[in-house]
């Protein structure tokens, strides 16, 4: 025991302070606004001191420490910059597309590029097969080709065809006009060139006038509702597909091949709103009682005599025309054909009384 209690302490080792290789450089934070000035970190201890060797290590040695850093940017999502630097490697300038102001960062919201572009393709397909489905269930009908050509109208076409419509008793002659294509197919031609071509910029506008007038007679009669504009706008419309189904069901129980294009029935049909227009601006001049019905009828006859003539290209079409809609023409008609398709004419002439007084009574 005494042999351990004389033997002295070790000597106390101080630690010999040394510097460390480099500097970490703190995490990189955005571009400040105001436009901080970044310093350089101050050079190693193999600079100052020319006989240490740098220490390698496996991380990756920043070339220049911020200035700021922001203490909080270790758990925040850093926007993605693109820098373009110098021959020197001592600077850096961000790029954009906006002037210097850094883009959004759709990634906070979880936008990727991936779901973007899927997005795009998703939505790119559901108006494809919006328009598909469209053309395959309304574009026989409805083509936007046909449309164009009905609204093909001039000012002196307008006039002209009111004053045929309200005034037909003398008109001639009244078959329709072709013409040559640059492909050499043959077709009708256009209200504009021909007055005895069926439009739809008159009895849209007919329409539209009809709604309004209904609209005004109740105002004047201090009983305006806004729901009359919607009863008068389909009762109209109620009138015009009824009297579609009607001509289109006897060109098609009469064996009427090749018969007119459903746009051009629906003009011939829309026509008759100017002579029902005609009849409501007569009671709003005060005409009643027997003046006022007979506006009435001479508005009837001058339709009916109309549509008895503008109808007769439909119902007996001319065999020798051969146009691009109708490659193949209605052969000949046998006399008991033609005696049933021209009574066919008048009994749709006479219902135009029926449609007229039902639209008149507003």
């Not at 500097?23 to 100052?48: A, F, K, L």
């Not at 097969?129 to 053309?135: L, N, R, V």
Request: charged share 10%.
């Amino acid at each position: 025991m005494a042999q351990f209690q004389s033997q002295s302490p070790p000597p106390l080792r101080h630690p010999v302070p040394t510097h460390p290789a480099y500097i970490p450089e703190p995490p990189s934070t955005p571009v400040s606004p105001q436009g901080y000035q970044r310093y350089s970190s101050s050079p190693g201890p193999q600079h100052q001191h020319g006989g240490v060797q740098p220490v390698h290590t496996h991380a990756h040695v920043p070339a220049h420490v911020p200035a700021y850093t922001n203490p909080f940017g270790h758990n925040q999502p850093q926007p993605q910059q693109h820098t373009q630097h110098t021959a020197s490697g001592m600077g850096s300038h961000t790029t954009n597309g906006m002037g210097g102001v850094p883009a959004p960062d759709f990634g906070a919201w979880g936008i990727n590029d991936a779901t973007a572009q899927l997005g795009m393709q998703l939505g790119h397909s559901a108006v494809a097969a919006g328009q598909e489905y469209m053309q395959r269930n309304f574009g026989t009908l409805f083509p936007s080709t046909n449309l164009k050509y009905h609204f093909n109208v001039s000012n002196s076409y307008v006039m002209h065809k009111l004053r045929l419509i309200l005034f037909p008793w003398t008109h001639k002659p009244w078959a329709r006009k072709v013409k040559r294509t640059d492909n050499g197919q043959s077709e009708w031609q256009t209200p504009r060139e021909d007055i005895n071509s069926p439009d739809l910029y008159i009895p849209v506008m007919s329409i539209v006038t009809y709604i309004l007038l209904t609209a005004i007679n109740k105002g004047l009669e201090k009983n305006f509702n806004p729901k009359i504009l919607g009863e008068s706008a389909s009762r109209a419309l109620a009138v015009v597909l009824l009297d579609f189904i009607f001509v289109k069901l006897g060109c098609y129980f009469l064996n009427i091949q090749g018969s007119s294009q459903v746009v051009d029935l629906i003009a011939y049909g829309g026509y008759k709103f100017v002579g029902v227009i005609m009849t409501i601006t007569a009671g709003f001049l005060n005409f009643s009682g027997p003046l006022w019905s007979l506006v009435f009828i001479y508005s009837f006859l001058a339709n009916a005599f109309f549509l008895l003539r503008s109808l007769r290209s439909v119902v007996l079409p001319d065999p020798s025309i051969s146009i691009s809609t109708n490659p193949n023409p209605t052969a000949t008609v046998t006399p008991a054909q033609r005696r049933r398709r021209i009574t066919f004419l008048f009994f749709e002439a006479v219902l135009q009384i029926i449609y007229m007084a039902i639209l008149v009574r507003i």
